[in-house]
């Protein structure tokens, strides 16, 4: 769960998955109203293709980061899912097959925030290391990193400005529950 200003009006957003295990990636946007906060959801992904304007749907979205991927200045969203992470029955759809997904922030007048999908790392392999081991070469928007398979990873890339803060309101709630919600802070202004 990350706290960011998504539509560039000054003030934090929420952005979360909704089911770890389950469907839901979506942005709670901060609408300041009556002395509190009223978060109203914007769901860009769920459980069905239709849900996203792109067709894009996956399960497994307890992992997710922010970074600026494309370098354009805005944070975009980095979801992924294992093949069969929880066993065979430990999430919605153990057999699909491993995703890694960059969610692209697009700020527009028309549609005014819109997340648009790109799939994946492209996989180069470098088959004259010599070395003995196997070697990848991957591409995220443009940028090339070498990798040895077998125990190394990529590292998150350092952010001049890192998103932080925690949502408030309901830790426990249903999806429905979390349609829209208002928090009325409890301490006085300073």
Known sequence: MYAYDVDGDGDNDVITSLAAHGYGL?????QPKDGGITFVAHTFMNAK?????????FSQLHAIDLADINRDGLLDIVPGKRFWAHGPRGDAE??????????E?????????DWVPHLNLQRLRDRHAGDGHRHERRRLAGHRRRQQKGGVRPHPVAQKSQPQGVAPGPTQATQ???????HKPNFAPL
């Not at 153990?94 to 969610?103: D, E, G, T």
């Not at 922030?105 to 925030?113: A, H, Q």
């Open 176 to 182: 429905s529950q979390l349609t829209n919600f208002t």
């Open 105 to 113: 922030l697009r700020r527009t007048k028309k549609r005014g925030v």
């Open 26 to 30: 979506c942005w709670y946007e901060n």
């Open 94 to 103: 153990p057999n699909a097959p491993a995703v890694l997904y960059w969610f």
């Open 49 to 57: 293709p239709e849900e996203n304007r792109y067709g894009v749907k």
